[in-house]
């Protein structure tokens, strides 16, 4: 990764991979609750900037190298690239949902970052536009429409079934499965 960063972007891109190698080393041990919080806060410096104006392209799911090296995206980029590395801290998938929300105050579609600290819990929300992790109970500015992540999908809809689970192979979800295929090939 380091090397991608360094030849396709930049110094400073290599030194932000630097940074979140250094900062995986030193939350390995953490408990989850020091993982969440500087994984956040990591990201949440980065630059907003939307994917027509950043990429060209109306919706792009960037990889976790492409938000480093570049460092801007969307509320979909600080989203994966917290998620992955979440994962490499050994975060349970099963814990971490990508979830699509309404953003109230902006009436905008909207991603967060939901970890849930049990199964049946209220699941604590990752965000860039609120950098304090809070309880979704707390966020009444946001309303969930769904939560996926590689195993699952969960629908919000009361209507489509609230809390159903439905297996990923049974979904499609094509930028999901475009931008696993861009991290593979990375």
Same mark, same amino acid.
């Given at each position: 990764?380091?090397?991608?960063?360094?030849?396709?972007?930049?110094?400073?891109?290599?030194?932000?991979?630097?940074?979140?190698?250094?900062?995986?080393?030193?939350? =390995? !041990? #953490? &408990?989850? @609750?020091?993982?969440?919080? /500087?994984?956040?806060?990591?990201?949440?410096?980065?630059? =907003? !900037? #939307? &994917?027509? @104006?950043?990429?060209?392209? /109306?919706?792009?799911?960037?990889?976790?190298?492409?938000?480093?090296?570049?460092?801007?995206?969307?509320?979909?980029?600080?989203?994966?690239?917290?998620?992955?590395?979440?994962?490499?801290?050994?975060?349970?998938?099963?814990?971490?949902?990508?979830?699509?929300?309404?953003?109230?105050?902006?009436?905008?579609?909207?991603?967060?970052?939901?970890?849930?600290?049990?199964?049946?819990?209220?699941?604590?929300?990752?965000?860039?536009?609120?950098?304090?992790?809070?309880?979704?109970?707390?966020?009444?500015?946001?309303?969930?429409?769904?939560?996926?992540?590689?195993?699952?999908?969960?629908?919000?809809?009361?209507?489509?079934?609230?809390?159903?689970?439905?297996?990923?192979?049974?979904?499609?979800?094509?930028?999901?499965?475009?931008?696993?295929?861009?991290?593979?090939?990375?």
């Amino acid at each position: 990764m380091l090397k991608h960063l360094k030849t396709h972007y930049s110094e400073d891109a290599y030194r932000r991979g630097l940074a979140i190698n250094r900062l995986i080393e030193e939350l =390995y !041990r #953490e &408990d989850i @609750d020091v993982q969440l919080r /500087e994984v956040n806060r990591f990201f949440n410096h980065f630059e =907003y !900037r #939307e &994917d027509r @104006d950043h990429w060209g392209e /109306e919706d792009y799911w960037a990889t976790p190298s492409e938000f480093l090296g570049t460092h801007a995206g969307d509320c979909e980029d600080f989203v994966v690239a917290k998620y992955f590395t979440l994962r490499r801290l050994g975060v349970p998938d099963e814990r971490l949902y990508l979830t699509y929300v309404k953003a109230l105050e902006q009436d905008v579609a909207h991603m967060v970052l939901s970890y849930f600290p049990t199964p049946s819990s209220i699941p604590q929300i990752l965000d860039n536009y609120n950098p304090m992790i809070l309880r979704a109970d707390k966020r009444r500015d946001l309303l969930p429409v769904y939560s996926f992540n590689a195993h699952s999908l969960f629908l919000s809809n009361a209507s489509a079934g609230l809390g159903r689970s439905l297996p990923t192979d049974k979904i499609k979800n094509s930028k999901w499965t475009r931008l696993l295929e861009d991290i593979r090939k990375e």
